[in-house]
């Protein structure tokens, strides 16, 4: 019987590299969010309000998991006064 890691491991294997970069920037995007809000000191439910969004949808975003569209990005940035990603 094959373990729960060496099953983990196989499916890993079988994810694309395209898949396992856009989950390691989705990641990185919502530590680097929450990071900015520890720092200014404002809650989940305050970025919600300043956005017109629910505090569901911004728990969702900090998840890890989102399809951060690039519009997304720039409300967040914009309420939150920083430039959250550069090219």
């Given at each position: 019987?094959?373990?729960?890691?060496?099953?983990?491991?196989?499916?890993?294997?079988?994810?694309?590299d395209d898949i396992k970069i856009e989950l390691d920037m989705s990641f990185a995007l919502a530590d680097k969010i929450d990071s900015i809000l520890r720092e200014q000191n404002i809650s989940q439910k305050q970025?919600?309000?300043?956005?017109?969004?629910?505090?569901?949808e911004v728990s969702r975003w900090l998840g890890g998991?989102?399809?951060?569209?690039?519009?997304?990005?720039?409300?967040?940035?914009?309420?939150?006064?920083?430039?959250?990603?550069?090219?």
């Open positions: 019987m094959k373990t729960t890691a060496i099953l983990f491991d196989e499916c890993l294997a079988e994810v694309s970025l919600a309000k300043k956005m017109g969004k629910s505090e569901a998991t989102h399809n951060f569209t690039l519009r997304t990005i720039a409300k967040i940035s914009n309420a939150l006064g920083v430039k959250l990603l550069s090219i």
